[in-house]
């Protein structure tokens, strides 16, 4: 699905990846764990495409084709999905027309048929519910007004109506109450599939107790530095991330 | 002997020296005022608050020959899928070949200078009453050497179905028109009015246009304004609004483009109980500059208005907005709204923005506020993470914005016209 080779990005001249690599396969779910200024978010900005970071070495292949060099919205209509970790307000902009021009322009991208009236408004009902998005929500601005759990919602809700082929979820449960923490990993479980993937970034180990990673990445100044099992994870959050530097040190 | 300087103001004005009018002795007088206050006056410079944000210089530097009544193929500009009675001016001339509309039983619908010759009483009570001595200078330009124009009056209680849409040509190179129009809606009446202001072939010419607009008692008008200008001509256009008591006043401005464009709306609220919105969105372009002028003055207690204008400006454009409310002593009860806000999409593009209230009673509701900003990136990234273009982002953020800019249109297929208009100049 994804394969990720020696990355390298920089801000404002600072490197901040130093050389990730990864492979995520169909069906898979990856977690990357690791404490603050690790270069998580990074990675999920740089996969997305926001122009700020450069990339100075490496390559990522998505589904056969080099990611780096697509643009923001190709990216998206390939088949990769960001949910952000501070998703944006946007007034006057309607969440179910914006989601209805995406739809459209990632079909007419793959050359299909634009999504008809009723096609859209069962999908809207459907996958609103599968989040306990009110459709009430759903018909309002962008996020505009949102409480932050409904904003996760709302981004795992878009997710749910883009059908992506990777998923990268960006602290999605920071700041969640565990109701809430609860609703966006119910809504995770249920897009997965044997042909999608996601990539589940937090600093937490909560969120894997709703959802159950494959594989548990460890990064830490801007490489991954080990990586196992979901008992990783279990191990991270009793041992605490100086361990790994501890580690690292010897 | 002293020879008297040859001003900029003689040289303009020598332009329109061969106009003859042939009126009778009331309406010669009117314009010999104005041409005896037009003496007085001067062109406005940057010392002149009223102009301050707009130098006229590009405009009476020109020369200018007068623009004549051409035969015009206006099916470009009719409005897809609107019914309407259409009339055309070409040049500050109506020229009735091209308009096409039936009489109807209480609509005095006609030329200005054919109205004058049957001297109409409603002409004769209106004409020139809320434009004279404003000591304005293209106001006076207008008093004293207008051509044509369009003359309507609504007979009490007659509602008008089909809207007036007035196709307002200027064309040729260095044109002037002097174009000018008086709409009454009598007491109970209901009109709805589109005037299109367009340039056909031509380039740096002056559309200088007055309309007064007469809103008597319980009567509604609504005047759709759409300036579809070339970015190499000019127009200074006055409405000077008259609202009786009950009445009911809505203007939408929707300014495309254009070198130098200055509206300036005056609305005299003179009576209680009225409601008046004044909306207007303007996008430029290159060098485009383009100035809204707007005073509120109420006069009387228990009186709405609401005010908003959007402004979105590219390249090197200017866009200037000042709106001026008056909240006189007697008219207490008055709610009055104003808001004026601007996008910027170039670090070039430039808004001067002032909102002013003057507030002498002392129970109102007034609030007025003023916006410019950008783009927010952070929104297209996150529009373009999901699929949508960059250009498609940006599309959907600019149509947000200037969304309740003309929500009071009423008048579904101009609605669709001007949200097609936008589209394309986002293009």
């Known amino acids: ?250 | 002997m002293t020879t008297a300087e040859i001003t900029k103001k003689d040289t303009f004005l020598a332009a329109l020296s061969s106009l003859q009018f042939n009126e009778d002795s009331y309406f010669e007088g009117l314009r010999n005022n104005a041409q005896n206050e037009l003496n007085e006056l001067d062109f406005p410079t940057s010392k002149t608050e009223y102009w301050k944000y707009t130098r006229v210089g590009k405009i009476v530097n020109n020369t200018y020959t007068l623009g004549q009544p051409e035969k015009i193929d206006v099916s470009n500009f009719l409005i897809p899928n609107l019914d309407a009675q259409v009339l055309v001016i070409v040049n500050g001339h109506v020229v009735a070949d091209l308009s096409d509309f039936t009489s109807v039983d209480g609509v005095t619908l006609t030329s200005l200078s054919h109205a004058k010759k049957q001297n109409f009483e409603g002409l004769k009570k209106h004409f020139n009453q809320f434009t004279q001595d404003k000591k304005e200078i293209f106001l006076a330009l207008n008093n004293a050497f207008h051509t044509d124009g369009i003359y309507l009056e609504v007979a009490k209680n007659k509602i008008i179905e089909k809207p007036l849409h007035i196709i307002n040509i200027t064309t040729g190179n260095n044109t002037i028109s002097l174009s000018r129009n008086l709409f009454v809606a009598n007491v109970g009446s209901q009109v709805k009015i589109i005037e299109s202001f367009i340039n056909v072939n031509g380039e740096k010419n002056f559309n200088n246009h007055v309309s007064e607009l007469v809103i008597a008692e319980n009567a509604f008008m609504e005047y759709n304004k759409i300036q579809d200008k070339k970015e190499t001509n000019f127009s200074v256009a006055t409405e000077q609004v008259y609202q009786e008591a009950n009445s009911n006043f809505t203007i939408n401005t929707a300014t495309f483009n254009g070198a130098l464009v200055r509206n300036n709306l005056n609305i005299e609220v003179d009576a209680s109980n009225c409601e008046t919105n004044l909306n207007g969105l303007y996008l430029g372009k290159n060098k485009d500059h383009i100035d809204n002028h707007t005073v509120v003055d109420h006069k009387k207690p228990h009186c709405n208005s609401n005010e908003v204008y959007k402004g979105i400006l590219d390249d090197e454009s200017t866009g200037v907005f000042n709106g001026k409310v008056f909240v006189r002593q007697d008219a207490q009860i008055t709610n009055a709204f104003q808001q004026n806000n601007n996008i910027l999409l170039t670090d070039n593009a430039t808004v001067n923005s002032k909102p002013e209230l003057e507030i002498y009673a002392d129970d109102v509701k007034c609030s007025h506020g003023s916006t410019t900003g950008q783009i927010d990136e952070e929104a297209i990234f996150y529009l373009q993470s999901r699929g949508i273009s960059k250009k498609g982002a940006l599309k959907l953020m600019i149509n947000a914005f200037a969304k309740d800019a003309l929500e009071r249109i009423s008048i579904e297929a101009l609605q669709a016209y001007i949200d097609n208009k936008v589209e394309e100049e986002l293009e």
């Open chain 1, 1 to 250: 699905m994804i394969k990720i080779n020696n990355l390298h990005a920089s801000i404002d001249g600072k490197e901040i990846l130093k050389g990730i690599n990864l492979e995520v396969k169909a069906g898979e779910v990856h977690a990357i764990m690791g404490p603050n200024g690790s270069g998580k978010s990074t990675l999920s900005s740089v996969l997305a495409g926001r122009e700020e970071f450069e990339v100075t070495e490496g390559s990522v292949e998505f589904d056969g084709k080099d990611l780096l060099d697509l643009a923001p919205e190709d990216r998206a209509r390939e088949g990769l999905f960001l949910a952000f970790q501070y998703p944006v307000e946007i007034p006057g902009v309607s969440n179910i027309n914006f989601l209805k021009t995406a739809i459209n322009e990632k079909r007419a991208y793959l050359n299909q048929e634009p999504v008809s009236a009723k096609e859209f408004l069962g999908m809207v009902k459907e996958r609103s519910a599968l989040v306990e998005l009110d459709t009430k929500l759903a018909n309002r601005s962008v996020n505009e007004g949102f409480s932050g759990g409904e904003k996760k919602r709302n981004e795992i809700f878009q997710m749910a109506m883009l059908t992506p082929k990777l998923a990268i979820l960006d602290e999605t449960d920071s700041g969640l109450d565990i109701d809430a923490l609860r609703i966006v990993a119910n809504g995770v479980n249920k897009l997965k599939s044997p042909n999608n993937a996601t990539i589940v970034i937090t600093h937490y180990q909560r969120l894997l107790d709703y959802i159950i990673p494959d594989f548990v990445h460890v990064l830490y100044d801007g490489k991954i530095v080990k990586s196992g099992s979901k008992d990783l994870a279990l191990e991270l959050e009793e041992k605490g991330y100086d361990w790994i530097k501890d580690e690292l040190k010897v």
